[in-house]
Structure formats: C-alpha cells, structure tokens
C-alpha cells in the first residue's frame, strides 16, 4: 500500500515538473488557439451588460475591393461604434507605428517583417465610413486591434487615442467603458438600428454568394 502511494506522488510530481517545464509552450499554444474566443466573450459579456449590439464576422464589399473584407467584431454602443479585429502572434513586436509593416521577433534568430495590424484596421474602417456614408471627421468609428497578453508591445506602438486602439484583451472592456464616458454626442438608436440592420443584411447576402461562388469553383474543378 505504501508503496502504491509513493508511486502516486511521484507521478503528480512528474507531471507538475512537466508542465511547469513546457508552460510557455502551453500558453502560447492556448494564447493562439483561443484568442479569438476570448476576444468574443469579453465583447459578449460587454454587449449583454451595458445592453448594445454585437455583430460578429461581419463580411462586407468595401470600395475599391474586389475582395470581401471580414470585421472580426462590430460593437454599437451609446457613444461610438468600435470595429475590432484580432490580432494573436507570439514574441515582440517592434517598428514605426506609422509605417505599413512592423517587425515580429519570435527570438534573436527569427525576425519576420508583417503588415501593421493598426494601420490595415484604420484603412479598413475608413472604407467602411465611406459605405456607410459617415463622416470620418464625425469620429464615431472607432478602430481596434485587440492583442493577446503575452504579446510584447513597446509604448510607441501601444495606441489608444478617440478613434484608434492596439491593447491587450486584458484591457478592451474597461477602456470601452472608459471611452463611453466621453463628453460627445450619443449615436440616435434610430441611426444604430439603421447601420446593424444594413451591415447585417449586406453580410449575409456575402456569405451566401461566395459560399455559392465557392461550391461552383469545387464542382469545376472535379
């Protein structure tokens, strides 16, 4: 009997060792599988408390593209309206935060250049005031690119000013409370009504048409 308890002890020591030794790995493999999901549920959360709408995976034709965009998260709250994209990648980020590429250091040996996550989102929720014909200088757009935690990001990339954000999920429900606290004028529920009803007829429209344009592409090709 003892020597079935010592046994027992030995492997939960094991596997306590060979967690706490693979723990980075852990994470990372769960910061980049679940990032989204988290993201998803903090805006969920948000939308079911203070009671605004969601939308979530929101396909749209902005001008100029042939290609569909796809917004991750569109949040219509009383002040603003935040466009949010996820963005989940492991090591540091590094760079100009004007310039359209940054710089991803996975480790002193690995460096790769991508495109400036802050800068696409801004682009992309221009084209998409110009849909929805707003006034970019209305500032009721808000861009957000929300980061996972373990992510390192150097103050002259961190951004969080009126109508654009880079911050941790760690951050993104106190800081859009903290911006519904601005003195500006509400948006008319009449108008948000307007804007998810729109979004979310054009969006499913979207789906259903590349879903169909995708099933064509699959049966030439047998």
């Known amino acids: 009997m003892f020597g079935w308890i010592v046994l027992i002890i ?17 994470k990372n493999f769960m910061e980049r599988h679940f990032h989204a999901k988290r993201v998803y549920k903090v805006l969920r959360y948000y939308a079911e408390e203070e009671d605004q709408l969601l939308l979530n995976h929101v396909v749209l034709y902005l001008s100029g593209d042939n290609q569909p965009t796809t917004f ?59 849909v929805l014909h707003v006034q970019h200088s209305d500032k009721m757009f808000v861009s957000v690119v929300v980061y996972n935690p373990s992510l390192i990001v150097p103050k002259g990339i961190a951004k969080k000013n009126q109508t654009s954000w880079f911050l941790p999920v760690t951050e993104l429900e ?20 307007k804007l998810v009803a729109m979004l979310k007829k054009r969006s499913e429209q979207n789906k259903i048409e590349i879903d169909a344009q995708e099933k064509i592409a699959q049966i030439r090709k047998r």
């Open 10 to 26: 030995l492997v939960i020591v094991l596997f306590v060792a060979i967690f706490f030794l693979f723990w980075d790995k852990i």
């Open 72 to 130: 991750d998260h569109i949040v219509f709250a009383d002040k603003y309206v935040y466009v949010i994209s996820d963005f989940s990648k492991i090591g540091g980020l590094y760079g100009n935060v004007e310039d359209p590429n940054l710089f991803l250091c996975y480790s002193k040996d690995k460096i790769v250049k991508i495109t400036n996550p802050i800068l696409a989102n801004e682009n992309r929720v221009m084209k998409l005031e110009e």
């Open 174 to 193: 106190k800081t859009i409370k903290i911006a519904e606290k601005d003195s500006v004028s509400p948006i008319s529920h009449d108008k948000t009504e």
